[in-house]
């Protein structure tokens, strides 16, 4: 009888499968078109796909949350903060776009809540959580029967410095409970109990804006399995959906974050501890850092125009995939996205009703994918493609075969900028990293990303359409909790307390997810006195002694000059300020292995030199010119073999051309590493 574990991740174009049976190691992995109008039809289409997994344990990767923030649906949201800070969300920051170079021509965008939705309620806290005025239940009921009366039935509440108690907002849920039941609400002390009023109210908010969409989606889902799943959460871990549903923020990048969590244990298995991810799919680009085997994180995020501060894989994502339009700008320029065909009606060459020319057409159009996708289970009409490209190409005066390559061209530069976001800007070298690229589109460009980057190599992991759906199996059950405690003397006795705090929380929660044993992180976030942001470090476990103590402060001057160039460690006129204390709780699961494919013993004589690849067919592809090109089935290709450049190497979920001066090598785990030809 097989025991199966199931990953399933939901994108914008396909919804991919992947089912280990813990008994035998064997993978089962499947790809289905989503279903934007219901994401749960395409959800159950693919376990259907799979066969009997009644008694499969599931771990689900959603877009829903993601594309609410993405598309702008944030509808009859409601505020309740502290007497005298109501214009909160209309201040906001400083910052502006692009620069202060920007700042005339900026314009804010609307608010998450406008200020006519924004109620206030007397009572005050001071820093430390101190009652400095009672909390005023009249204004608090007053609010409560205000947002009935208006049908609002989301709502945020964040107060002043609930992070350091959280008693008024408790009791605000409490007055929203009695006089507006139908209300969700979410509170800051609940979703980030952490200082900087504005970020916690933004994050609040989002929280509360996503939170009825996922409970309904969530429960229909439930509903449907007839069980309950896990869900992935953008920090790395995953959660019951039973818990995930009370902090659905803790969502936005699910997909994202299982895809670079995958790519990175296929990487180092085989030997590449530090790469760049690049997840392509129909609908965007999502890229990440891997440094020694571990995606960075961040607290700084955000999805689309709304800053995130909770825990979470460090993203960039850009509207480049698949099903990219291609436009002519009001200039008359070409443009690529980020508008997106998505799945329905999807490209011209789905033959589903597309008007507009895609990425994935002009593919079609210079041969470099095949006329099907999935093995021939979706057809393409390449009639259509031909139809619109040339059609386009007539307003830009190009011919089609240009048009074409600019397409594509446009598509790589978007991704290649992503890919400077989260490297360049960070202070990092991209010439030092391969690049794993993975999803249904994302090896399509390897070549061009290559020669644009200095890239040294790009490796394409075994069935990388669906390397998200396997991330989502990789993953430890986890939850992350924060304290702010700004001191510049933190007391022993007090790092112990918030700490011991903090570790019994998660270990509640681990403990209603099933784990008896479970495995806590600790970190804290320092800064030298004076200056507005912080530097996460990691904290030690066991006892918190003097010397507990000097190996935090260790870290935070040796990561401040890693990051800045410099530090104060032996200078007493900067002292260094404790901000946040943070645990995450982690509960540890068995990771599918990823087997070599052909036994390795390490004793024995070097390899014979790889020999070249025979091709199963060739067709005509343009690579600058019409070449009469090798098509090769991945499947035929062993650790060792291969492939030269023209040629474009085919499998069930992706495609991947070849370039001239280019040369793919399979490695002992079915990895395809491509580098410059030198030869």
Not at 163 to 179: L, S, T
Not at 201 to 206: G, R
């Amino acid at each position: 009888m097989r025991s199966l574990r199931i990953g399933v991740d939901t994108g914008g174009t396909f919804t991919d499968v992947v089912a280990v049976d813990e008994h035998t190691g064997d993978l089962i992995t499947v790809k289905t078109p989503s279903t934007p109008a219901n994401p749960a039809d395409g959800f159950m289409t693919g376990l259907a796909k799979v066969g009997d997994v009644d008694d499969a344990s599931v771990v689900h990767g959603t877009t829903v949350a993601t594309n609410q923030l993405l598309e702008d649906r944030i509808d009859d949201l409601g505020f309740i903060t502290t007497e005298g800070f109501e214009y909160i969300l209309e201040i906001a920051r400083q910052s502006v776009p692009d620069g202060y170079g920007n700042s005339y021509f900026w314009v804010k965008p609307p608010r998450i809540v406008p200020v006519h939705r924004v109620r206030t309620v007397g009572g005050r806290l001071d820093h430390r959580g101190g009652e400095v005025r009672p909390f005023d239940e009249a204004q608090a009921v007053e609010a409560a029967r205000w947002f009935r009366g208006r049908g609002v039935t989301s709502i945020g509440v964040c107060f002043l410095h609930s992070y350091a108690n959280p008693a008024h907002e408790r009791r605000m849920r409490e007055v929203i409970a009695r006089e507006h039941p139908e209300a969700v609400v979410s509170l800051s002390s609940d979703v980030l109990r952490e200082y900087r009023e504005y970020e916690r109210s933004i994050t609040t908010l989002v929280d509360a804006a996503v939170k009825p969409a996922m409970q309904r989606y969530l429960a229909n889902l439930s509903q449907r399995l007839g069980r309950q799943f896990s869900v992935m959460k953008s920090n790395g871990g995953i959660l019951s959906a039973a818990e995930v549903v009370h902090q659905p923020i803790t969502t936005v990048l699910s997909g994202p974050a299982a895809g670079a969590l995958g790519a990175a244990l296929i990487a180092s298995t085989a030997g590449h501890p530090s790469v760049i991810t690049l997840d392509g799919g129909g609908t965007s680009t999502d890229v990440a850092v891997v440094v020694d085997g571990e995606p960075s994180i961040t607290t700084e995020g955000s999805v689309g125009r709304y800053p995130c501060k909770i825990p979470m894989i460090d993203i960039v994502t850009v509207g480049a995939g698949g099903g990219s339009v291609a436009w002519i700008s009001p200039e008359g320029t070409l443009k690529v996205g980020p508008k997106s065909a998505g799945a329905d009606p999807g490209p011209l060459c789905y033959g589903r009703g597309g008007t507009e020319v895609t990425v994935t057409d002009a593919h079609v159009f210079l041969g470099r994918i095949p006329p099907h996708l999935l093995g021939g289970e979706i057809p393409l009409d390449v009639e259509a493609s031909r139809a619109g490209i040339n059609a386009l190409a007539e307003k830009l005066d190009l011919t089609p075969e240009r048009l074409a390559e600019g397409i594509l061209e446009i598509s790589a530069f978007n991704q290649s900028n992503a890919i400077r976001q989260i490297t360049v800007k960070r202070g990092l070298d991209v010439r030092d990293f391969p690049l794993v690229t993975f999803g249904g589109s994302g090896p399509l460009l390897a070549c061009r990303l290559m020669d644009i980057l200095g890239l040294p190599a790009v490796i394409v992991p075994p069935d990388p359409g669906t390397v998200s759906a396997f991330g989502l199996l990789t993953v430890d059950v986890k939850n992350d909790y924060v304290r702010t405690y700004v001191t510049r003397e933190l007391s022993l006795d007090s790092a112990a307390d918030l700490y011991g705090s903090l570790e019994r929380e998660a270990a509640t929660a681990l403990e209603r997810e099933g784990f008896d044993e479970p495995v806590f992180a600790r970190s804290a976030d320092l800064r030298y006195y004076g200056q507005a942001y912080e530097v996460r470090v990691p904290a030690p476990a066991g006892e918190i002694s003097e010397e507990w103590r000097e190996e935090v402060l260790d870290r935070f001057h040796e990561a401040h000059e890693r990051l800045y160039g410099y530090a104060y460690r032996d200078d007493p006129r900067h002292a260094v300020e404790w901000v946040n204390l943070r645990v995450s709780g982690i509960g540890p699961i068995t990771r599918p292995p990823i087997r070599r494919r052909v036994a390795q013993d390490l004793l024995a004589e070097p390899a014979e030199p790889a020999e070249p690849a025979e091709p199963a067919v060739t067709r005509t592809v343009h690579f600058e010119r019409h070449h009469d090109t090798p098509i090769h089935q991945r499947r035929a290709l062993g650790p060792g073999a291969t492939v030269t450049g023209p040629a474009v190497i085919e499998e069930y979920g992706s495609t991947v051309p070849i370039h001239p001066g280019f040369t793919a090598t399979v490695d002992e785990f079915g990895n395809l590493e491509i580098r410059r030809d030198h030869s």
